[in-house]
């Protein structure tokens, strides 16, 4: 399967709320360079290569040993049907793939366009996309050293304004601001997040701050890989890499906002 290109307009199908979990073996260094959600199927317009994985850390690995994979994702054989795990039926482009017990399928993102298949909530599929490395020489503090600066009820994207720019990834399942800058820390090249607060009835509006007391979209600010296909969801964590975070220009700011920034910060040492 590997370099076959499916041609298709953006596509997605939300079947229940996401219910993000933690991998069975967070210590796995896999997950330092992979995010993880489950249930979810995920998959992008190019599906390198289909096989199958005793556990979602061998599928994610599987990925990452292919330079231009950018999404995995897993049929938890504890999680599946005796069949397997069903796809929707939707994605005819897919008809053909496996969907056995253990099967592992791994995508890339060849227009830059973001995932062509989500399924969220998929019964028995576990998946996630590679946090992308930040450019060479970018500074990067790391948690030990670095502090978080918080920015409520304010959206930063970046990537709207900055080419250089870099949306390392987005992480389901943050319950707290807090853990998104703990996410951030633990991120090789991180220097700023955006967190969709989990208890949100959207991420693409602000209820009630529009003309006549409708709701306000802000889709338009969330940056170009927002796309419907793989809409942000309450709860979710968007990293970046951005050169000088503490001058990024506030994209939003609202009190009703369901979004809330902020960056990390090194401590200045006084001369003794």
């Known amino acids: 399967m ?4 499916l041609s298709l307009a953006l596509l997605a199908l939300a079947l229940c709320p996401s219910r993000a979990a933690e ?18 199927f995920v998959a992008g317009t190019a599906v390198l290569n289909a096989s199958l994985a005793a556990s979602s850390e061998a599928c994610a690995l599987s990925c990452s040993a292919l330079d231009d994979c950018r999404w995995w994702t897993w ?12 796809l929707s039926a939707a994605f005819t482009p897919l008809a053909d ?20 298949f989500v399924m969220d909530g998929g019964a028995g599929w576990a998946g996630g996309q590679r946090l992308l490395a930040a450019p060479a020489g970018a500074p990067a503090p790391s948690g030990a050293a670095s502090y978080c600066v918080f920015l409520n009820d304010t959206l930063l994207s970046p990537t709207l304004h900055d080419p250089a720019a ?14 998104c800058c703990s996410l951030c820390q633990g991120t090789l090249g991180c220097t700023l997040f955006a ?3 989990a208890d949100a009835a959207s991420c693409q509006s602000i209820p009630g701050a529009g003309s006549g007391g409708v709701a306000e979209d802000i889709s338009a600010l969330l940056g170009p890989s927002s796309s ?9 964590c968007r990293l970046y890499n951005v050169a000088d975070p503490a001058a990024e220009p506030v994209a939003k700011a ?9 960056y990390l910060a090194v401590p200045t040492r006084r001369r003794q």
């Open 23 to 40: 991998p069975p073996n967070r210590a796995d260094p896999i997950w330092s360079s992979f995010t993880y959600q489950a249930p979810l």
């Open 97 to 116: 793939l496996p969907t056995d017990a253990g099967t592992c399928l791994v995508s890339a993102d060849p227009g830059g366009l973001g995932a062509a």
């Open 166 to 179: 870099v949306e390392l990834g987005t992480q389901t399942g943050v319950a707290t601001l807090d853990a």
């Open 2 to 5: 590997r370099g076959v290109l």
């Open 228 to 236: 419907a296909a793989v809409a942000l969801r309450p709860a979710d």
């Open 75 to 86: 049929c938890d054989a504890a999680a599946s049907s005796s069949t397997g795990c069903p």
């Open 254 to 262: 609202h009190p009703e906002l369901p979004w809330s920034s902020g």
């Open 195 to 197: 967190w969709c607060q």
